[in-house]
């Protein structure tokens, strides 16, 4: 059960407006409603009757609310008691995370680590494979990866934290938008500079083998590019497009130095998962990093709803 939805719940509750309770929380009306809809899923009733002037508790709402408004405060009250301890939290922890991610989620992590000074958060980047091979190895502690297919097993614990839109992106000036999306039959046109085929991701794989079926396997490769930073580097100068996670390219799009757009025809997504390698030296350091990661998954989904979904 995530407390946080129940936390929404009573909020909703209190000021009878979805609109009203994203205002008083600061978060979209969207991701909020989302929230309160897995909630009713997980306990299988209706906890709200929606009318046009507001949302008026049903009866197993009201329930609910009588039965967590002690309890809740109790469990809020304990976990303000065990947040007092955190400086007595110490230990390395070693974080890989694929340069895919850094620049949406490194310098987050390292403000958040801050809240306990004896605990050092060494981050590793590199690609996602690599990061596997090394959690396995037990050379770092933990990393964020795409998750494997359903048949294979690996040497750590896994656990789901978001699916992400993966979007065409191209030079400043070169015509794309987040409002004009393109279709797989204009992506098979363009030259694409992706991982040699060796590195190909699962998605990316997907694509090709549709753009090959498209134009007889005659998809217009210009370079290839197993680095992340150096197919940035391509795409800015204007040598070609690339296929990106959302969350990849938010700093660039900002800055004006990337551009990007929805792909349509066949939706590509990565799931990123979180992976532990177990019997780690410091436990309870390692636990703290996990909810820091969690906290970031939500604060990313919630900023990108419609990019974005969470899986836990």
């Known amino acids: 059960m995530d407390i946080r939805r129940l936390r ?4 909703v509750a209190e000021f009878g407006s979805l609109n009203a309770t994203a205002e008083q929380v600061n978060l979209s009306q969207p991701s909020l409603s989302r929230q309160i809809r897995l909630l009713e899923e997980e306990l299988g009733v209706s906890l709200f009757t929606r009318r046009r002037d507001g949302m008026v508790l049903s009866r197993d709402g009201l329930e609910l609310r009588t039965r967590i408004l002690g309890p809740l405060r109790q469990l809020e009250m304990a976990l303000d008691d065990i947040k007092s301890h955190s400086s007595q939290i110490g230990g390395s922890v070693a974080f ?47 990393a964020l990866l795409n998750a494997p ?3 294979t097993k690996w040497r750590c614990e896994i656990e789901d934290l978001f699916i992400e839109e993966l979007v065409l ?13 393109v279709s797989v039959e204009e992506l098979a046109q363009l030259p694409l500079i992706l991982p040699s085929p060796p590195n190909h991701p699962p998605p990316i ?14 998809c217009k490769f210009p370079q290839y590019a197993d680095s992340f930073q150096l197919t940035k580097s391509y795409v800015e100068a204007g040598i070609g497009y690339s296929i990106f996670p959302y969350s990849a390219v938010l700093h660039e799009a900002e800055k004006g130095t990337l551009v990007y757009a929805p792909i349509t025809g066949h939706r590509l997504t990565r799931h990123v998962v979180l992976g532990t390698y177990p ?11 996990k909810d820091m990661v969690r906290a970031e998954a939500v604060d990313l989904a919630e900023r990108n709803p419609s990019h974005i979904e969470l899986q836990f």
Request: hydrophobic share 40%.
């Open 169 to 181: 992106g191209g030079a400043a000036g070169s015509g794309l938008s987040p409002d004009q999306p």
């Open 149 to 151: 297919p359903s048949d």
């Open 96 to 142: 890989g995370m694929p340069s895919s991610a850094i620049d949406a989620l490194a310098s987050s992590l390292a403000k958040r680590a801050e809240a306990f000074p004896n605990m050092a958060l060494h981050i590793v980047e590199g690609s996602a494979g690599k990061m596997l091979k090394s959690l396995e190895r037990g050379e770092i502690d933990i």
């Open 8 to 11: 929404y719940f009573l909020q």
């Open 279 to 289: 019997g780690g030296q410091y436990p309870r350091a390692l636990e703290r990093v």
């Open 205 to 218: 794989r997907t694509l090709v083998d549709i753009l090959s079926g498209l134009t007889g396997g005659k």
